[in-house]
């Protein structure tokens, strides 16, 4: 059976509770901000004007964000692969979806709204690490933060040792995209690959 209503939908799931509304925020506070400043990893959400979704991971030190004000969020872009579809999406539609994470905490943090790219020099300077600036920073205008239970993070033990896979027990990068392109040679693509984490982190 297809849902395809708002009825269908709270038929199955009921109405959320008056708490859980609440906790919706129009701004950030001491909690989410505090949130923000020791997180590593945030996942983020676009999509396009034709409506097709992309999520993008962002990570670095804790601290990488910055929050200036309770409304602003301030994420660098660093260098990556070029394809740029995050980017693409919110030139076309600047609403954005974050979800923050802190390791071993098993909450996390969800912020919505529109977003701007920004390429100011200034700005870019401030974001330097090992002297490199980010191609751009994104500017979140925030909209909705609320905290998320830690029910998805218990569920699957993310920050435990259950499902951890060892890197050499894992296909290489360079090994799946040889088998997925023709062409390729795995090896040479894994030694581009470690130069590049090594020499191109920033």
Not at 86 to 102: C, K, Q
Not at 132 to 160: F, N, Q
């Amino acid at each position: 059976m297809s849902i395809n209503s708002l009825e269908e939908l709270r038929a199955i799931y009921g109405e959320p509770k008056e708490a859980v509304l609440k906790k919706i925020l129009p701004s950030l506070e001491d909690h989410g901000k505090n949130f923000i400043a020791r997180s590593p990893f945030l996942v983020l959400s676009t999509s396009g004007k034709n409506g097709q979704a992309d999520a993008s991971p962002k990570g670095d030190m804790p601290g990488f964000v910055h929050v200036p004000d309770n409304q602003t969020i301030l994420i660098p872009d660093r260098i990556g692969n070029n394809i740029t579809d995050s980017l693409r999406n919110i030139i076309e539609n600047p609403e954005v979806g974050l979800i923050f994470f802190i390791p071993g905490i098993r909450e996390t943090l969800r912020v919505n709204g529109p977003c701007q790219i920004l390429a100011d020099a200034d700005l870019l300077d401030r974001f330097k690490e090992k002297g490199k600036a980010p191609r751009t920073v994104l500017k979140v205008t925030v909209r909705e933060a609320y905290m998320h239970c830690g029910k998805a993070i218990i569920r699957s033990d993310l920050w435990g040792d259950t499902h951890k896979v060892s890197q050499k027990d894992f296909p290489s990068l360079g090994k799946i995209l040889a088998d997925q392109i023709a062409g390729l040679d795995g090896q040479e693509l894994d030694e581009s690959l470690e130069k590049s984490y090594s020499d191109r982190l920033y």
